[in-house]
């Protein structure tokens, strides 16, 4: 029987205890990995072991996709219509909203961020997705398709069967409902791997699971080792489609392994090095602090943050003066304190990840114009971070730092700055300020990214759909664009007349 956690809260901003299950979550059950073992969960503002969940392996992944298979063949999938599906997303919706402020606290202790912020963005975006999924759930159809008088023609968009998913830690519930909801819409079922840094909140979400009447298999929710289980998922020949969200290595290595195995499709969703692009006539005020918004948001720890800022000539001294005053300004500290905007990086290994990032930057030439120190003497925060004097072949402008660092690059022309900013691997996103609505549209257009906002910064809409070009991944999230990634399209031909 799986060991429980219970944390006790007494803080300015959430006070109350929350009781999580540690195990895996297997048809309908939480249950004891088969090999044993366990995974350390620390808090990053301290450095100290929180507790320790349940580890799967291989041969868990395994059990539970083949409870997600006969879920899908028995009480899912086709034998339940859209419109019950739909009620039992909304259903887990308000029970989410019930239990929104212990998901807040859970994830800010585990990842460190702002409980604010976990609160406010993270977890209410993540009860919007599964409520617009919801939404979408006895809408999923095909198409009747006109041939001739003797032919009946359509199409039907039927659910693939058992997906895997694996998600990241950057924003952990939002991650989660992102995934589950559309698969759950389209009458998929899922076998799901958290990041093992930050699982606590999923296992608070498996809890209302069953409340809210999912059949057991339909999600199975087993935390483990990227390498361990997240290969599993990957490779398994019973999970037909395989959704990632994650670095640009790791997202190679899923679509091997899901090539090598029973060809699964892939969604991926990876990183990026994202432009923000201010121009002269842009207003300074609004673009500095969408700016700040654009990279120091959630830490750095974004997969579109506007890390590379090129800022025009006519307007550089100001902006950077401006910029710096504001980003000297941000509060870093306890993820529960009422006013922290940036609390600690989410682990150790991210953190010396990132001060390798910014002793590349000193030794390549760049300037440390703010930052690049450590902040406090406890736990993995990071000071917020300038360099200046960036060229355009550093690391720290070519490589995806995940973290509280902005690079700054003056420029002349528009035509510099549209070949300097598509001059990367990645394509997830860009940002644009100027008060030119012809520019904008034209620079807009000829970025290459998945996204692009013009005068503002990180600013997604459910109804939109969020995903890369190049090697900032395949396939796209939100929107009804989501569907498309769990569903099948059959066409059907019926014989009215035609005779041999």
């Known amino acids: 029987m799986p060991s429980t956690f219970t944390k006790t809260f007494d803080t300015p901003t959430f006070k109350g205890t929350v009781t999580i299950p540690l195990g895996l979550y297997i048809n309908g059950e939480f249950v004891d ?27 868990d992944i395994d059990i539970a996709a083949k409870a997600a298979k006969k879920a899908y063949k028995t009480s899912w999938g086709l034998k339940v219509p859209g ?7 909304s259903k887990l919706a308000v029970l989410m909203e019930q239990h929104i402020a212990e998901f807040a606290a859970l994830d800010a202790l585990a990842n460190g961020k702002a409980y604010n912020t976990a609160y406010s963005r993270d977890n209410k975006g993540a009860i919007s997705v599964m409520q617009y999924y919801a939404g979408w759930a006895d809408k999923i159809s095909g198409k ?32 989660l409902s992102l995934k589950i909801a559309p698969a759950l819409a389209t009458g998929n079922t899922i076998v799901l791997k958290p990041s093992e840094i930050t699982p606590l909140s999923a296992l608070l979400f498996c809890t209302l699971i069953k409340e809210a009447g999912f059949p057991p298999g339909v999600i199975n929710i087993v935390n483990g080792y990227g390498p361990i289980a997240g290969q599993a998922i990957s490779e398994h020949p019973l999970i037909e489609k ?38 002269d006539d842009a207003d300074v005020e609004q673009a500095v602090k969408w700016a700040i918004h654009g990279i120091y948001f959630n830490h750095g720890q974004n997969c579109s943050a506007g890390s590379r800022i090129f800022i025009q000539e006519g307007i550089y ?53 703010l930052g690049g120190k450590q902040f406090g003497e406890e736990g993995y925060f990071i000071e917020p971070t300038i360099f200046t004097e960036c060229q355009p072949n550093m690391k720290i402008v070519r490589e995806e730092i995940f973290g509280p660092v902005a690079c700054v690059l003056k420029f002349k022309t528009e035509d510099e700055v549209v070949e300097q900013a598509n001059d990367t691997s990645y394509g997830l996103a860009a940002s644009v300020f100027t008060k030119d609505i012809d520019r904008a549209i034209r620079v807009a257009h000829a970025l290459e990214a998945g996204t692009a ?17 190049k090697q900032s991944g395949i396939g796209r999230e939100l929107s009804e664009y989501a569907l498309e990634n769990y ?4 066409a059907v031909h019926v014989n009215i007349g035609i005779r041999l």
């Not at 072991?49 to 291989?58: H, L, P, Q, Y």
């Not at 013009?454 to 890369?468: D, H, K, L, V």
């Not at 569903?487 to 059959?490: H, R």
Request: hydrophobic share 35%; aromatic share 8%; with cysteine.
């Open 317 to 369: 001294d100001k902006f950077l003066e401006q910029f710096t005053e504001q980003a000297r300004a941000i509060k870093v500290g306890d993820p529960f304190a009422p006013d922290t905007y940036q609390g600690p990086q989410v682990s150790k290994t991210q953190f010396e990840r990132i001060m390798g990032y910014i002793d590349s930057g000193r030794n390549d030439g760049a300037t440390v114009h």
């Open 242 to 279: 395989v959704a990632f969200t994650g670095s640009t290595l790791t997202g190679r290595k899923i679509m091997e392994a899901a090539a090598k195995s029973n060809l699964k499709p892939v969604t991926l969703e990876l990183g990026g090095k994202s432009p923000n692009i201010i121009f």
């Open 144 to 175: 009747t398709i006109e041939t001739n008088e003797n032919k009946l023609a359509y199409t039907r968009h039927e659910p693939i069967g058992v997906v895997g998913q694996i998600i990241p830690w950057n924003v952990p519930m939002f991650s």
């Open 453 to 469: 906002w013009i005068n503002c910064a990180n600013q997604t809409e459910i109804s939109m759909p969020f995903g890369g070009f």
């Open 33 to 59: 990995p088969v090999e044993g073992g366990t995974i350390d969960v620390v808090n990053p503002a301290t450095g100290k072991v929180v507790t320790s969940i349940a580890a799967g392996t291989k041969v």
């Open 83 to 89: 419109a019950e599906r739909g009620k039992l997303m």
């Open 487 to 490: 569903t099948n399209v059959k």
